[in-house]
């Protein structure tokens, strides 16, 4: 770039000037002596008005969005918001069907939620549990062990420092967790499980191989009843529920209406021509028709609902 | 067409048949996966084009993969804004959430001001975010980053010279 010299320097003084200006402490002789240096020189009011397209620019987005945004991200965010969160996702190996028959089960569990409903409770040590939607758990508390059965959908449980020094445990099929750490969620799914760590570790044992593995803050790790999968980084849609929403990058439709539909009675089809197109957004758990609309609008879907709980989602290029 | 533009598509083509499948394994190898790697594959040789730099290539590899590491820091930079992004999203209120549409052109604006104040230092990024977007005065700033009151305006007059050379250079580009 060669800018003349004393534009650059006209420049440097305009940026000096906007400082001043925008201290929130600013004195009326600030703003006298800028008037004067901007009717000084035609250079001025040129390098002023760069100031105001700079400042313009700023002003597109929303402060609330564009500061945690563009915060350096290396020392803060996602890590911060969720350093404290341990996440498990874990399932049986029985698949939807037989986990869905112990619905009766589901309905004499200790602690439960209907679809889209989320809940927190406080457990005897003084520990929390956050239930997402459509979730049934088992609270075992002894003299030995704190243990918490998940029967179905998902938690986040955060313990608190036991005086009897006992062991945190989840159990969901036959994969058992032991907390390391202070909080983490676990998620039942037909297809496997899934432990995801976001402070310290958790051990995670399938007894039944005697199969062992230890996952650090950061990671994820999946299962199902016959073997424990391989580790993989997090990210920041990991426990996005807790705020209610979903976070999608890059995640194919049918996966993410997936996702969706575990907050809503009902079925929701995706027509398989569009179950690959990539969706990027994030949606809201608590609305999910609103999150329907979203998509819609936002990717020229159609969404057709033949009753409240039939809706399909196909390509809105079809005629 | 003249013989130097001649001369110059056929080295971008001996450039692209000798070495386009070595670079997509080399990009492969960063990313980890397929699709990336063909999609940054061909932003590289788009950049060789638009450069003409094809006929004075002496070494072809390290030439390309130079331009390659430069879209593949781009890359991995996007991405990460664009996580901190949807997480600035999910962290708002249900009910004020913007619209897909939105959402994809607030995204696009962040990245274009990411750009300007790419090269900042860390403190004085902070400080301007602080006053820019948080809309704090300078005082309280100060307070935050344990400096003074004429520190975080020196910062301030930095920052957005800073910004501004960066938009006219991008004008320009």
Same mark, same amino acid.
């Given at each position: 770039?060669?800018?003349?010299?004393?534009?650059?320097?006209?420049?440097?003084?305009?940026?000096?000037?906007?400082?001043?200006?925008?201290?929130?402490?600013?004195?009326?002789?600030?703003?006298?002596?800028?008037?004067?240096?901007?009717?000084?020189?035609?250079?001025?009011?040129?390098?002023?008005?760069?100031?105001?397209?700079?400042?313009?620019?700023?002003?597109?987005?929303?402060?609330?969005?564009?500061?945690?945004?563009?915060?350096?991200?290396?020392?803060?965010?996602?890590?911060?918001?969720?350093?404290?969160?341990?996440?498990?996702?874990?399932?049986?190996?029985?698949?939807?069907?037989?986990?869905?028959?112990?619905?009766?089960?589901?309905?004499?569990?200790?602690?439960?939620?209907?679809?889209?409903?989320?809940?927190?409770?406080?457990?005897?040590?003084?520990?929390?549990?956050?239930?997402?939607?459509?979730?049934?758990?088992?609270?075992?508390?002894?003299?030995?062990?704190?243990?918490?059965? !998940?029967?179905?959908?998902?938690?986040?449980?955060?313990?608190?420092?036991?005086?009897?020094?006992?062991?945190?445990?989840?159990?969901?099929?036959?994969?058992?967790?032991?907390?390391?750490?202070?909080?983490?969620?676990?998620?039942?799914?037909?297809?496997?499980?899934?432990?995801?760590?976001?402070?310290?570790?958790?051990?995670?044992?399938?007894?039944?191989?005697?199969?062992?593995?230890?996952?650090?803050?950061?990671?994820?790790?999946?299962?199902?009843?016959?073997?424990?999968?391989?580790?993989?980084?997090?990210?920041?849609?990991?426990?996005?529920?807790?705020?209610?929403?979903?976070?999608?990058?890059?995640?194919?439709?049918?996966?993410?209406?997936?996702?969706?539909?575990?907050?809503?009675?009902?079925?929701?089809?995706?027509?398989?021509?569009?179950?690959?197109?990539?969706?990027?957004?994030?949606?809201?758990?608590?609305?999910?028709? !609103?999150?329907?609309?979203?998509?819609?609008?936002?990717?020229?879907?159609?969404?057709?609902?033949?009753?409240?709980?039939?809706?399909?989602?196909?390509?809105?290029?079809?005629? | 067409?003249?013989?130097?533009?001649?001369?110059?598509?056929?080295?971008?083509?001996?450039?692209?048949?000798?070495?386009?499948?070595?670079?997509?394994?080399?990009?492969?190898?960063?990313?980890?996966?397929?699709?990336?790697?063909?999609?940054?594959?061909?932003?590289?040789?788009?950049?060789?084009?638009?450069?003409?730099?094809?006929?004075?290539?002496?070494?072809?590899?390290?030439?390309?993969?130079?331009?390659?590491?430069?879209?593949?820091?781009?890359?991995?930079?996007?991405?990460?804004?664009?996580?901190?992004?949807?997480?600035?999203?999910?962290?708002?209120?249900?009910?004020?959430?913007?619209?897909?549409?939105?959402?994809?052109?607030?995204?696009?604006?962040?990245?274009?001001?990411?750009?300007?104040?790419?090269?900042?230092?860390?403190?004085?990024?902070?400080?301007?975010?602080?006053?820019?977007?948080?809309?704090?005065?300078?005082?309280?700033?100060?307070?935050?980053?344990?400096?003074?009151?004429?520190?975080?305006?020196?910062?301030?007059?930095?920052?957005?010279?800073?910004?501004?050379?960066?938009?006219?250079?991008?004008?320009?580009?």
């Amino acid at each position: 770039m060669n800018l003349p010299a004393e534009e650059l320097q006209a420049i440097r003084m305009a940026a000096q000037w906007y400082a001043r200006l925008h201290s929130g402490i600013t004195t009326d002789a600030d703003r006298a002596g800028w008037n004067a240096w901007l009717s000084a020189d035609p250079l001025h009011s040129q390098a002023w008005q760069r100031m105001t397209a700079v400042a313009e620019q700023m002003a597109s987005v929303p402060g609330a969005l564009a500061a945690p945004t563009l915060s350096e991200r290396h020392n803060r965010s996602r890590r911060q918001v969720l350093r404290s969160v341990l996440l498990l996702t874990s399932a049986s190996g029985l698949g939807w069907l037989g986990w869905r028959s112990q619905a009766t089960q589901n309905l004499l569990c200790d602690y439960r939620t209907a679809v889209g409903e989320r809940r927190e409770f406080q457990l005897a040590d003084g520990s929390t549990v956050l239930l997402n939607t459509d979730t049934s758990v088992n609270v075992r508390f002894d003299g030995r062990q704190r243990l918490l059965e !998940l029967l179905w959908g998902e938690i986040l449980v955060t313990t608190a420092i036991d005086p009897l020094q006992r062991p945190f445990k989840v159990i969901t099929g036959h994969v058992e967790v032991l907390a390391l750490g202070t909080r983490f969620i676990v998620r039942g799914q037909a297809w496997g499980g899934e432990v995801a760590v976001l402070e310290k570790a958790v051990e995670v044992s399938l007894s039944a191989i005697g199969s062992r593995m230890r996952v650090e803050a950061g990671q994820r790790l999946d299962f199902n009843d016959r073997s424990l999968g391989t580790l993989r980084g997090n990210d920041v849609s990991v426990g996005a529920w807790q705020k209610g929403s979903i976070i999608a990058i890059d995640r194919p439709l049918a996966a993410l209406l997936d996702e969706l539909s575990r907050y809503r009675n009902g079925v929701l089809r995706c027509d398989p021509v569009i179950a690959d197109l990539k969706v990027s957004g994030v949606f809201p758990v608590d609305n999910t028709d !609103l999150a329907l609309a979203a998509l819609e609008s936002g990717f020229s879907l159609r969404v057709t609902r033949y009753s409240r709980f039939w809706v399909r989602v196909s390509s809105g290029d079809q005629r | 067409m003249p013989a130097t533009d001649l001369s110059l598509r056929s080295a971008v083509d001996v450039l692209y048949s000798d070495h386009h499948s070595w670079l997509q394994g080399w990009l492969r190898k960063r990313l980890g996966n397929a699709f990336d790697a063909a999609d940054l594959t061909q932003d590289t040789f788009v950049r060789v084009i638009k450069a003409r730099s094809a006929l004075d290539i002496r070494e072809p590899r390290p030439y390309l993969s130079m331009i390659a590491k430069g879209l593949l820091i781009d890359l991995f930079r996007r991405r990460s804004l664009e996580q901190s992004y949807l997480e600035a999203l999910a962290a708002m209120p249900q009910e004020q959430l913007p619209s897909l549409e939105e959402q994809a052109i607030l995204l696009q604006a962040l990245m274009e001001i990411d750009r300007l104040l790419l090269g900042l230092g860390p403190r004085v990024r902070q400080a301007f975010i602080l006053s820019q977007f948080d809309g704090l005065t300078y005082p309280q700033i100060a307070e935050r980053l344990g400096v003074s009151v004429r520190t975080v305006n020196n910062h301030m007059a930095k920052a957005m010279e800073h910004c501004c050379l960066m938009q006219i250079q991008l004008q320009l580009s």
